[in-house]
Nanobody, 121 residues
């Protein structure tokens, strides 16, 4: 069974930094894109950053130049380094991965359970 587990959330003052990590475990044949989304109270879930298997990254305009996404294909992990955090970055952050489980020809998007990031002003 494939699972995505995030870690690294917490409370940080404005201007601070946090690093989120996510590991995909289970019987996985291949992982294509991986990414981070966030959802603030009363708002829709939005893309924060994504990265292809070859390392090409894409960022939301609101986090560009502050956040950096990276991945380790050998370890099936994706990380999000968040610098210069702002109160408006407060949200639950979700990891996702577009992957194909082993012994299955069907690709699908999997989600983690989410990790809370709170930035105090």
């Amino acid at each position: 069974q494939v699972q995505l587990v995030e870690s690294g959330g917490g409370l940080v003052p404005a201007g601070g930094s946090l690093r989120l990590s996510c590991v995909a475990s289970g019987n996985i044949f291949s992982i294509r894109a991986m990414g981070w989304y966030r959802q603030a109270p009363g708002k829709q879930r939005e893309l924060v950053a994504s990265i292809t298997a070859r390392g090409s990254a894409n960022y939301a305009a609101s986090v560009k130049d502050r956040f950096t996404i990276s991945r380790d294909n050998a370890k099936n992990t994706v990380s999000l380094q968040m610098n210069s955090l702002k109160p408006e970055d407060t949200a639950v952050y979700y990891c996702n991965a577009d992957l194909t489980p082993a012994f299955s020809g069907l690709g699908s998007v999997y989600w983690g359970q989410g990790t809370q990031v709170t930035v105090s002003s």
